[in-house]
Every structure is written in C-alpha cells, then in structure tokens.
C-alpha cells in the first residue's frame, strides 16, 4: 500500500537537494582514506554503544542512568553522522559536542562510581548550584562536577 502526504512542493525540493548533497558526500568521502576511516571508527562506535546500552535484562538504577547516557550519546553520533553525510556539518557539531559531554560524565562514572547516584538524586536546584549559565566558579568546584550537572537537566 502506498500513501501519498500532501508535501508541499518546496519541502520536496529540499527532500531531493538533502539527498542529492548526501550522495556528493559520500563519493567525496570515497575518495579519502582518512575520512574514509574516520567514518569507520564512527560506524564502530555507534554499534558498540547499540550493544551496550541493552542492558540484557538489568534493572539496577545506577545502570539505568549509564544506559540512558549511554542512549543519549548512541543517538547523538547516529544523528551527527546523518547531518555530516546529508551535508549540515554546523548542525551535527552541537550532537558532536553532546557525546564528548556524555562521554566524559561516563569516564567520571567509572572513575567514581558515586557520582551516578549524586546526578540521579540530584535536584534541579542542586543542579544549578553546581552549574551555572555564564562564568563557573572553578576554585570551588570541579569541572567534572559542573559538567556532571548540566547533563543532568
């Protein structure tokens, strides 16, 4: 069965020039070893964190928070490479700069794994008395700490 949606016609335009760029993307791709690896790492990653964040049937709550981050950073690099390939690299930066956040509060977790607790119980307030919008206090605090608590909210 086939459905027809009424797009207008400057969507469809678009919808053709998004794959279009997709193609001369790929082909420019093609034509570089290193992008070519670069794409493979990324490629790997993505499947890595696809079988990590399954969870094989745990429910612990400490995990839970690991696999949402864990969620959250598989469907940042997916969406970048999707923007990277369809030709909006400035658009794929701010999910790029999402998975290195999401990547670092994994490496404190596994630091300490504490802190996992603290940024699940955290409340708002709490959270923005670690992190605020503008300068960060970082003689009083840690950039992990900081950092810990914009993810959270």
């Known amino acids: 069965m086939r459905i027809d949606l009424p797009i207008p016609e400057s969507l469809k335009r678009i919808f053709d020039e ?16 290193e992008w070519q690896e670069h794409i493979k790492i990324l490629r ?14 745990r429910t612990e709550e400490d995990l839970f928070a690991i696999r949402c981050l864990g969620s959250r950073l ?27 956040e999401c990547s670092l509060i994994l490496e404190l977790f596994a630091a300490d794994c504490s802190e996992i607790k603290h940024w699940r119980e955290a409340t708002r307030t709490e959270s923005m008395s670690y992190f605020k919008f503008g300068a960060i206090d970082f003689k009083s605090k840690s950039m992990w ?3 810990l608590f914009y993810l959270r909210w």
């Open 44 to 57: 790997e990653a993505i499947e890595l964190i696809k079988l990590l964040i399954q969870g094989h049937g």
């Open 145 to 147: 700490h900081c950092l």
């Open 74 to 100: 598989y469907n940042d690099l997916a969406t970048a490479y999707i923007l990277i390939l369809s030709g909006y690299y400035q658009a794929s930066t701010a999910h790029m700069r999402d998975s290195l």
């Open 18 to 33: 998004h794959n279009e760029c997709a193609k001369k993307t790929i082909v420019e791709i093609a034509g570089h070893s």
